[in-house]
């Protein structure tokens, strides 16, 4: 009688600690893909400057060169719904969007120079569903307003 109880017992301890474990295993998980995210999420609504707009290509480009993301034959990264991320910059002053690969394609130097003093606000993010990471950024380019003054005489 003993024996048969110690048994039920012991499947059932045993069941607690996998499911222990899984939990444990999840939370470390999601506390992980929540820090990663944290490191852009920062920026959403937050206005930069072209500079660090490069730097973050920098940073988002070495991501997907670790993270072995393949590029299509326009030279682009291709979303693997897991963990790519790609960041896109709307510029209002030729009211065109491009993506990150055409500003390093074409010298991310010179974007540094022309957009070093041009702000840019985050104004979306966009996540992958399977594993809830980042996707996508979208900069904006800020348009300054000129004051006019005219001449009253």
């Known amino acids: 009688m003993k024996r048969p109880l110690l048994i039920i017992i012991l499947v059932f301890v045993v ?12 939370n470390s998980i999601n506390a992980a893909i929540q ?4 490191v852009y999420e920062i920026y959403l609504g937050k206005n930069i400057m072209g ?19 393949p590029k299509n034959e326009k030279g682009i990264y291709i979303d693997n719904g897991e ?11 030729v009211d065109n969007t491009y993506p990150m690969e055409t500003i390093t394609d074409n010298n991310i130097v010179a974007f540094i120079q022309n957009f070093n003093f041009i702000e840019f606000t985050c104004t979306d993010i966009e996540y992958h569903k399977k ?15 000129i004051e006019i003054v005219e001449d009253i005489e």
């Open 15 to 26: 069941i607690i600690l996998t499911l222990v474990g899984m939990i444990l295993h999840n």
């Open 83 to 93: 963990n790519s991320i790609r960041i896109d910059i709307k510029m209002n002053t």
């Open 35 to 38: 820090k990663e995210n944290r």
């Open 51 to 69: 500079t660090e707009v490069a730097t973050l290509i920098g940073k988002v480009t070495e991501q997907n060169i670790r993270n072995e993301i």
């Open 131 to 145: 594993t809830g990471k980042i996707s996508r950024i979208i900069f904006e380019e800020i348009e300054e307003e």
